[in-house]
């Protein structure tokens, strides 16, 4: 079934941000929204963009990625169905400091800029609720920061499974989730050497928790992924 508006709508109001947002937000959100649809490999916005809006991915999978000096790419984050993203460039108007692209074929809600101002200058008190999200990314970010600052390796790279594979949800993966990233990507992801990545893969799944695949690490025991080090 393709997706238009009603089935966008539908979709968003039974989890996520927009589902804990007051009727008449969502109702100005979606009257505004327009849905876009990307084949694997492309992108909604690149490094250096000009704000364009905000966004919920509905179908698919996008990841972020940025770019080494020798040009190699770097995914950062994977994100799954009902995320929002977009959103640190509509607060402060710079270009966008990530890529995004499609892993699969997906399907994006797009709130444009013209459609955002247009909500929270006739609507101010709703600029809060749009903070939500920036200040979700910005809890998810400063956790992974003080586990990067603090915890082994193999803590570390667990954690950054968990928060790739979990997106914006507060539930634990399911067990088998499949994370889409190499060795290379988590090491320099996580700040550490190949070695020491694949070292502490090992440790963790010589321990039962995750599966190595070429491009991908399936999530055996979330649960127990999660209760690492604790």
């Known amino acids: 079934m393709p997706f238009d508006i009603g089935r966008a709508e539908r979709l968003l109001s039974q989890r ?12 100005r959100l979606l009257a505004a929204a327009r849905v876009i649809e990307r084949r694997p490999g492309e992108s909604v916005y690149t490094i250096g963009d000009p704000a364009d809006g905000l966004y919920a991915l ?18 950062t984050w994977v994100t799954e169905p ?27 809600l797009h709130l444009p800029v013209a459609g ?32 990067v600052a603090t915890e082994p390796s193999h ?7 968990l928060i ?21 990507d988590l090491a320099t992801t996580t700040g550490m050497s ?15 928790l995750i599966e190595r695949r070429y491009g991908a690490v399936i999530l055996a025991d979330p649960i127990g992924l999660a209760n690492v080090g604790r």
Not at 58 to 75: D, I, P, T
Not at 179 to 184: D, H, P
């Open 16 to 27: 996520g941000w927009l589902a804990e947002q007051p009727a008449d937000l969502r109702r």
């Open 58 to 75: 509905l179908s698919g999978r996008m990841k972020f990625v940025n770019y080494l000096a020798n040009g190699r790419e770097v995914g």
């Open 82 to 108: 009902v995320d929002w993203f977009g959103e640190v460039s509509m607060f402060d108007g710079l270009p966008r400091r990530q890529s995004t692209l499609a892993l699969d074929p997906s399907v994006i």
């Open 116 to 147: 955002f101002n247009a909500i929270v200058e006739a609507e101010p008190r709703y600029w809060r609720n749009f903070g939500i999200i920036l200040s979700q990314h910005l809890r998810t970010a400063l956790h992974y920061l003080e586990d």
């Open 155 to 161: 803590i570390r790279i667990g954690r950054l499974l």
């Open 164 to 184: 790739m594979a979990t997106g914006e949800s507060e539930k634990e993966p399911a067990p088998g989730a499949v994370v889409e990233i190499n060795q290379e």
């Open 194 to 208: 190949r070695q020491s990545a694949n070292k502490a893969l090992k440790r963790l799944e010589d321990a039962g």
